[in-house]
């Protein structure tokens, strides 16, 4: 082939008429071979050297077939696409998110529920109520082959899996379960159900977590559960109220109860008591009396006389014989006042 | 003219021979076909495989378990409850042959399933009541006091499929029909259920009658207990002071009957004394400077004051 230095290109007939290449600026041969190999030499390092990240494992394959697996650090492979390494994390949690989704995580993350993620959410539960309810797998890759050749499009495939699972186990749920009492039970049951699919598709993953988030009543029912909730906080400070005037009404009726008891027996002995110091004083003196009954009664008679006359107001001393007192007696009206 | 050739054989004979052979992933099965005839049987084996030059073409086709995401369908349950039922399967090719005679290739495939799954997954719906596809199980729900009694209707219906039955059965019925076209079915599951727009809307409403009813039985049930609690506060304080007054009443009685046995005993002893005895004392208590009296002198104390002798 005839070249031109500088000038112009090589001339190709081609049916008899010829044209003209545009000039190619002339290399010395040896500089092209020695390009020629270095490119070859690069291309040959870039595609036999590959590195393994801590969190990963390589997967070989020779013309497609699957080879060996390679462990974390750097390794040699067969060059010029030979061999192809798949690198697959199966160190890293991963973690997928339905019915929500963490648009910047952060300290304080911010989430998003975009209209495909409430769809995900929105759910039947077996007594034919309607729940939204947001929850996280986390997972791992256990088994990078399986991972790799088992199944086609495994993140598609994982979302469907993970939906079915939580929704079957919701449609066995009551709403009140789904939103109060029974989530932890739910979010382990799903979490099986989702390993029992994942070991029988041979997916390669291993369900860390599965953890229910805001599980809710859809939006327009949510006031109505409120109210229910208001209802119940209601009913229990009625109770408390009444119970607190229980305590304050019953304690106090014991004590007062309580406080007649001991009056009455206080009665009693005091009864009881005089009873006795009368009857000890009555028997007493009745043995001095028995002696000499006349004297005695005479003697106490008089003594009383004396003591309760002189304390007396009007004293009438009256003659049997002098009847013309009485009319007199009768005009004083003192005595009117005190006994009509 | 020779050196240009060389060149052109020599990339002919390349060519020729990078077209004799060929790769075979591991996710990858193959069949060749020469002029368009199928050759041969299914290359499932993967690496590095060889064929003739030029007349021989290799078709690739899917070896690993392949999604299929069904339409979501509008369907109306056998009690009459519009849904959308969205199912999803699980399929591969498994006879690559008749696969690619029947349908070529997977986007024929797909269009396939999509008539078989979501007109069986029809049938299934339509066939069974919703309570039936929505639960698995009999299992008694949990309840909380605030909710005893309230609650859907059919919250106590019996099951007798269940949703993972349905779900088999679809799959069941499509999975016969599948090998027609190389196409095995392993797997179908309800994805998602809800209910059409206007459904809902009257679910909704039932649900906030429902929470209405819970709100309002508990206010009452509230009412109600505060109300018992307050009467038996009555009843404890009545108790409580009837207890003590009957015990004081007793204590009282008890008491005055002992004294009244000390009092019958002492006095007994001579009656007459002890009237004379009170007597006298009651006289002391009882007069006082307000009180008149008329004494003769008659009388004990001053029968003295007429005659020394007291005649």
Known sequence: MPREPWGQGPVIDVGGRGFRLPPVPRLPLGALRLGAIALAVLVLLLTTYYQVEPEEVGVIQRFGAYVRTSEPGPHLKLPFGIERVTKVPVQRQLKMEFGFRTVRPGVRSEFAQPPEALAESLMLTGDLNVGVVEWIVQFRIRDSKAFLFNVRNVPETFRYMSEAAVRQVVGDHSVDEVITIGRADIALAAKEELQRLCDLYGIGIEIQQLVLQDVNPPDPVRPAFNEVNQAIQEKERGINEAWADYNQAVPRAKGEAEQLVRAAEGYALERENRAKGDASRFESLYEEYRRAPEVTRRRMYLETMSDLVPRLGKKVIVDERARGVLPLLQLDGTVKEVKP | ?311
């Open chain 2, 1 to 311: 003219m020779t050196r240009i050739m060389t060149i052109i054989l020599g990339l002919l004979a390349a060519t020729l021979l990078l077209s004799s052979v060929y790769t075979v992933s591991e996710t990858e099965q193959a069949i060749i076909t020469q002029f368009g005839k199928p050759v041969g049987g299914v290359i499932a084996t993967p690496g590095l495989h060889v064929k003739l030059p030029v007349i021989q073409t290799v078709h690739r086709f899917e070896k690993r378990w392949l999604e299929f995401d069904g339409d979501a369908n509008e369907i109306p349950t056998r009690d009459k409850k519009y849904i959308w039922a969205d199912t999803y399967a699980r399929w591969r090719i498994a006879d690559t042959l008749r696969f690619y005679q029947a349908v070529r290739d997977e986007r024929g495939g797909q269009s396939r399933l999509d008539d078989i799954v979501d007109g069986e997954t029809r049938n299934a719906v339509a066939s069974f009541d919703l309570i039936e596809i929505v639960r698995s199980s009999n299992r008694a729900f949990a309840i909380t006091g605030e909710l005893e009694g309230i609650g859907a209707a059919e919250a106590t219906a019996k099951i007798f499929a269940g949703r993972d039955k349905i779900a088999q059965q679809i799959l069941g019925r499509a999975s016969k029909i599948t090998p027609e076209f190389g196409v095995e079915l392993v797997d179908v599951r309800f994805k998602r259920i809800n209910y059409t727009e206007s459904v809902q809307q009257a679910v909704f409403q039932r649900m906030i009658a429902e929470r209405k009813r819970i709100a309002e039985r508990s206010r009452s049930e509230g009412q109600g207990r505060a109300a018992e609690i307050r009467g038996q506060k009555e009843r404890d304080v009545l108790a409580a002071t009837s207890v003590g007054y009957k015990s004081a009443q007793e204590l009282k009685g008890k008491a005055d009957a002992r004294a009244t046995a000390i009092y019958a005993r002492a006095y007994g002893r001579d009656p007459g004394f002890y009237e004379f005895f009170k007597s006298m004392e009651t006289l002391q208590t009882a007069l006082d400077k307000d009180a008149t009296v008329i004494l003769s002198t008659d009388s004990e104390l001053l029968k003295y004051l007429k005659d020394p002798s007291g005649r």
